[in-house]
Antibody, heavy 115, light 107 residues
Framework: QVHLVESGGGVVQPGRSLRLSCAAS????????MHWVRQAPGKGLEWVAI????????YYADSVKGRFTISRDNSRNTLYLQMNRLRPEDTGIYYC????????WGQGTLVTVSS | YVLTQPPSVSVAPGQTARMTCGGN??????VHWYQQKPGQAPVLVVY???ARPSGIPERFSGSNSGSTATLTISRVEAGDEADFYC???????????FGGGTKLTVL
């Protein structure tokens, strides 16, 4: 069965960096696009980025464009999110999700940006 | 592109809950719906307007016409209580867009 496990979250000061990972199993990772979606405490879902299966086509939400980079390693079945110049408003749970319909989600990893 | 959902919907057990999602020309887009219970990750309950993933009860159904997409839950149970989000792909900006979410309360 499909399994997505995020890791890499934690507490970080504003302006610093963090890299999240999403380990995938149970499906042919290299054939699916993947997303990052975040949720601030008590708020709704906010889409962050998508990477297509080719690894070259990527799109970002305006709120993170130029600061975050999505990437993937199809040989390791792993999705990444490099987050630079972090801001307090980036605080939240970060989920990875599979395919255009976001049909499977991981349990999320918590990122807290605070001094 | 903006998707508009009512903040809350309340329904008694056994009744039918209808949650709407409005957007410009939404009938031309494929709408997906997610259920999120407290402390859990979202779960896809309807995709491509009206299709149901494996394991989702037939009580969950969707439609999309007349500038409004609708998620309908028949014979509502206490365990259906959750936040529900609609989502589309904005092809003009190559972005995923979520609605603000509707909190379903089972009275």
């Amino acid at each position: 069965q499909v399994h997505l496990v995020e890791s890499g979250g934690g507490v970080v000061q504003p302006g610093r960096s963090l890299r999240l990972s999403c380990a995938a199993s149970g499906f042919t990772f290299r054939t699916y696009g993947m997303h990052w979606v975040r949720q601030a405490p008590g708020k709704g879902l906010e889409w962050v980025a998508i990477i297509f299966n080719d690894g070259d086509t990527k799109y970002y939400a305006d709120s993170v464009k130029g600061r975050f980079t999505i990437s993937r390693d199809n040989s390791r079945n792993t999705l990444y999110l490099q987050m630079n110049r972090l801001r307090p408003e980036d605080t939240g749970i970060y989920y990875c999700a599979k395919d255009r319909t976001l049909d499977f989600w991981g349990q999320g990893t918590l990122v807290t940006v605070s001094s | 592109y903006v998707l508009t959902q009512p903040p809350s919907v309340s329904v008694a057990p056994g009744q039918t809950a209808r949650m709407t999602c409005g957007g410009n020309d939404i009938e031309t887009k494929s709408v997906h719906w997610y259920q999120q219970k407290p402390g859990q990750a979202p779960v896809l309950v309807v995709y491509d307007d009206s299709a149901r993933p494996s394991g989702i009860p037939e009580r969950f159904s969707g439609s999309n016409s007349g500038s409004t997409a609708t998620l309908t839950i028949s014979r509502v149970e206490a365990g259906d209580e959750a936040d529900f989000y609609c989502q589309v792909w904005d092809s003009g900006r190559d972005h995923v867009v979520f609605g603000g979410g509707t909190k379903l309360t089972v009275l």
